[in-house]
């Protein structure tokens, strides 16, 4: 039976037999014990599936991310200690040294660093391009060795909506996979995969969790991707992994490969598991995350209207309103509402911009963005801080930007607190 997505929220992952808990149980255990060395060996040599060490697999983990695959779409994901780890595990599992990336420039900042940065020192090279470019400009971003393209489905902080089938339709010409970032609109808004998607990544941190309780990650694979059509690129998927008694993750295990790999080689090797104990508060969450996001989308909606309004108000970017530049984009791939997150910039510039933040009094200021609670952030002084002028203007940043990640209180009350604070200002 396929339930509707605020059902599966709920209900998948974890289905309890006669007399076994309702809840789904922390596995609190690093370790699981068999009769026979043999019957480890066969896990060991991934002929049988099981547990056997909790950084490769948990149960509880697993359920979670049986959850966010049906959730998704996918075939299979894994859980992942942050989102951080996520987009790098699913970037790693596709590129060595040597190999190259194309990525939108306008992306979280973290991901930037690690794209245009870390992974460079490991010899991936990368090649933004600005999200609304032409396809002959992405066309012109592809190497031969080109082994990914990323981008998130809506842009953090900068809002870009992403037209998915562009870029599928870019990567495929290519034969290479499109790898998608989509905490912010979450499978509730947006499921990347119906549109050409072949990874899709997130930062369970922020909606997902949505209580700002638990860092975490995730990765669900589609099953799409024909690996073995493309099996000179991807040698690490289509050939005997030597370092796993010559196993074939893709003639192995099909379109169970990726993740498969991403576990066995990956995970095993550098270990960002997500704890279960997290893992079980992100289950907690992710039970309401149709009821929150339909909230968040309406109190978003509301406000930025409101805010659009409002001469104190320079500019507002929210992918609703009825004159960004990306309406039609969102309403083709996210009809039933986007994210709760705005970006505005202040009548006065930073300093009015600092004064407004230091008035709130509903709204927090956190680095932190997509929870229940009302929040704010300057990017330019903090989240992206690292990053000089041009390349803020490259990630669609402004100095004077503030990201409002408007929660699931009483939209009245919030847009009080904007009112007052702006008086201000
Ligand atoms: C926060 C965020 C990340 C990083 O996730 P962490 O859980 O903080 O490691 C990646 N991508 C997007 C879009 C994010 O918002």
Redesign the pocket.
Known sequence: MDYKIATKCVQAGYTPKNGEPRILPIVQSTTYKYDSSEEMGDLFDLKASGYFYTRLQNPTNDAVAAKIAALEGGVAAMLTS??????FYALFNLCSAGDHIVASSA??G??FNLIGVTMKKMGIEATFVNPRASAEELEAAFQPNTRAVFA?TI??PSLVVLDIEKFARAAHKHGVPLVV?N??PTPVNCRPFEFGADIV?H????YMDGHASA???AIVDSGNFDWMAHADKFPGLTTPDESYHGVNYAKDFGKGAFITKATAQIMRDLGSIQSPQNAFLLNLGLETLALRMKQHCANAEKISAWLAKDPRVTWVSYPALPDSPDHEVAKKYMPNGTCGVISFGVKGGREAATRFMDSLKLAAIVTH??DARTCVLHPASTTHRQMNDEQLVACGISADLIRLSVGIEDADDIIADLDQALSQA
Do not use: L, R, W
Request: net charge negative; hydrophobic share 25%.
């Open positions: 942050s989102g951080q780890a996520a987009n992306i979280y973290g991901t998130e842009s953090n970032d905490t912010f990544t930062s369970t941190t922020k860092v975490g990650g963005v997509a």
